[in-house]
């Protein structure tokens, strides 16, 4: 009768012990938003690049999914929470970037253009990579 068992009585868990079916659906849900995010902002950078001051926008663009890549990752501490923002912005703006059967193209080829798709491709490895990086430096011994 003095055991507190399957309530929210009694001593919380500390740190090493198995994580329950809700903090994995919970962990799960955020993954899955920081790919929604790295999608949105594939989207809408797709249809903003070329805005003037031209290429400037296309710069800050590719600036800013580098911070989310890096930002998430750092911020969660994982290399998965730096690369789903990065797959998310890779798939939206690369699909887009195809032509279309009647012939439009959303992301020309033009100086903009190649500064959103190129820059923001390479920003999306170097903030992945920064994050493992961060990641490396997190768990190594103090000196």
Do not use: D, K
Not at 45 to 54: E, H, K, L, M, R
Request: aromatic residues 10%; contains cysteine.
């Amino acid at each position: 009768m003095g055991t507190s068992h399957g309530t929210s009585h009694g001593s919380r868990p500390t740190g090493g012990q198995r994580t329950t079916g809700g903090q994995r659906t919970v962990a799960a849900a955020g993954y899955v938003m920081l790919f929604v995010l790295g999608a949105l902002e594939g989207i809408i950078g797709s249809f903003q690049y070329s805005q003037a001051p031209v290429p400037l926008i296309a710069i800050i663009l590719v600036v800013i999914i580098f911070v989310t890549c890096a930002g998430c990752g750092w911020g969660i501490g994982t290399f998965g929470a730096g690369l789903l923002p990065a797959a998310g912005w890779i798939l939206a703006s690369f699909i887009i970037s195809m032509p279309r059967p009647n012939g439009s193209v959303i992301i020309t080829a033009s100086s903009a253009g190649e500064w959103y798709l190129y820059g923001g491709a390479v920003a999306c490895v170097a903030g992945s990579v920064t994050t493992l990086f961060t990641r490396i430096r997190r768990s190594a011994p103090p000196r």
